[in-house]
């Protein structure tokens, strides 16, 4: 059974950083693309950026492009989601989740595993 766990989330001002991390265990995880999500109340999950699992190709919103950055760690089984100059609007639960296929997903049904979520909260 795999279990992918966040951590990271907080409360932070505008303009200020975070840095989640996600990590699986279970089973590894190496062969499989991984993803972040958001959602915020009243809202639909959406997609936030994920990471090939071979050659590491990165894909992006356009929300968060130029500010957040995915990265994953194969050795720790752990992927990151570095966030800077947060705004307001980027407030809401982050998911992580991981995926086996031939091709990038930015959508949320097409991702297998996911982890509980961490909030993250940008005040004004």
């Known amino acids: 059974q795999v279990q992918l766990v966040e951590s990271g989330g907080g409360l932070v001002q505008a303009g200020g950083s975070l840095r989640l991390s996600c990590a699986a265990s279970g089973r590894t995880l190496n062969m499989y693309d991984w993803g972040w999500f958001r959602q915020a109340p009243g809202n639909e999950r959406e997609f936030v950026a994920t990471?090939?699992?071979?050659?590491?190709?990165?894909y992006y919103a356009d929300s968060v492009k130029g500010r957040f950055t995915i990265s994953r760690d194969n050795a720790k089984s752990t992927v990151y989601l570095q966030m800077n100059r947060l705004k307001p609007e980027d407030t809401a639960g982050y998911y992580c989740?991981?995926?086996?296929?031939?091709?990038?997903?930015?959508?949320?049904?097409?991702?297998?595993?996911w982890g509980q979520g961490t909030q993250v909260t940008v005040s004004s």
């Open positions: 990471i090939r699992w071979s050659g590491g190709l990165t």
């Open positions: 989740a991981a995926r086996w296929g031939s091709r990038y997903s930015l959508v949320s049904y097409e991702y297998d595993y």
